[in-house]
């Protein structure tokens, strides 16, 4: 069960209630109108819980669950006796809206005194600040938007509707869309890092873009984004980023991108649609990931990577002949012996 110190649960709810908002059907023999009080997790789900089933490795221990009601596949239905069992397409996205229903967002409303916003700022409807937050000249914050404690939005920033703004980040030179979630300590907009080395050193290049948010992005805690040194920086609409990123100037992101924490990506770099990116992946200026292409983690990229490809190692090379490398220094290092 998730601390109440932190977290404040809604319901409880209907089990038919919970099948149509999830988009799951109930099997016969569930009770549609029992009520479900948490949700929780197989080993530790009580009596009114409802949880999440769908690996085969765990059918003991739910046969000793004292759960009400579990979310599962077609498949594994069956191997769910003793509680009512809903059936979904895709459990996980299933219990994730279950878990919506009884932990929503808190709401956040009104403006606290300490907060300082430009005369000619606009607010709109239902829009939110937290104390210590800092709006600045021309800025525009959309409807139902909530800006954290210490926040600041700079001059003429722009953030749409239903954008939740986390504590002590930095908006500048930017344009938040609709339904962007950004976390604590995000730096988005700042000067991108262009110099030009001369004989009395390195000489600093004017950074005169901007950084454009699309729709439904989240951006995870300390991750920074530059604005661009002429156009725009770009994260295309549904993409999510992972904490600690680092996005330089220029760069063109497309939508749905998934990129995982400590990623590193030099100015000038495109990636396409749908492309995934591990953890500590290193790009070098000017690369083009194809649509789809997923790279993995601590891979340095220092090429274009092809539509659909997979790449790993440093340098990035297909997979298949990352593993024969290894597997060949495998075989002569055992040689050796």
């Known amino acids: ?18 099948a149509g908002r999830c988009g ?64 979904a397409d895709d459990p996980r996205a299933a219990f994730a809206e279950i878990a919506g229903m009884f932990y929503p967002d808190e709401p956040m409303t009104g403006v606290a005194e300490s907060a300082r916003i430009a005369p000619d700022a606009v607010l709109g409807e239902g829009a939110a600040v937290a104390h210590g937050a800092v709006i600045g000249a021309k800025a525009a914050i959309g409807k139902r938007s909530r800006i954290g404690a210490n926040a ?10 239903d954008c939740r703004i986390s504590p002590n980040v930095t908006l500048s030179h930017c344009l938040i ?69 680092q996005i330089g100037h220029n760069v063109q992101i497309g939508r749905r991108c998934i990129i995982v924490s400590q990623v590193g990506i030099s100015g000038s770099c495109k990636i396409g649609d749908g492309a995934v990116i591990g953890g500590q992946a290193g790009f070098a200026d000017h690369v083009t990931v194809g649509e789809g292409a997923q790279i993995a983690a601590k891979t340095g990229v220092m090429r274009d990577v092809g539509p ?26 055992r040689r050796d012996k």
């Open 177 to 245: 869309e609709n339904r962007v979630i950004i976390h604590a300590g995000v730096q988005i907009g700042q000067d991108g890092f262009g110099f030009v080395p001369s004989k009395d050193g390195h000489r600093k290049v004017p950074q005169l873009g901007r950084v454009v948010v699309h729709d439904d992005v989240e951006i995870g805690a300390n991750t920074t984004i530059d604005r661009g040194a002429a156009g725009d920086t770009v994260v295309g609409a549904g993409t999510k980023i992972d904490n600690l990123v």
């Open 24 to 87: 799951a059907r109930l099997t016969p023999g569930a009770d549609p109108e029992a009520m479900i009080h948490d949700i929780g997790a197989i080993d530790a789900a009580k009596a009114g819980d409802i949880i999440y089933f769908a690996d085969p490795a765990y059918v003991v221990a739910l046969s000793s669950s004292k759960c009400t009601a579990c979310v599962t596949t077609e498949q594994l239905a069956a191997k769910a006796p003793g509680c009512a069992v809903l059936v």
């Open 152 to 161: 600041v939005i700079g001059h003429g920033v722009v953030v749409g509707d």
């Open 308 to 333: 659909g490809e997979i790449v790993m190692g440093y340098p990035a090379r297909p997979i298949r002949q990352f593993w024969r490398d290894v597997a060949a220094v495998s075989r002569l290092t």
């Open 1 to 18: 069960m998730p601390d109440s110190r932190f977290y404040h649960r809604a319901g409880p709810f209907r089990l038919a209630d919970i």
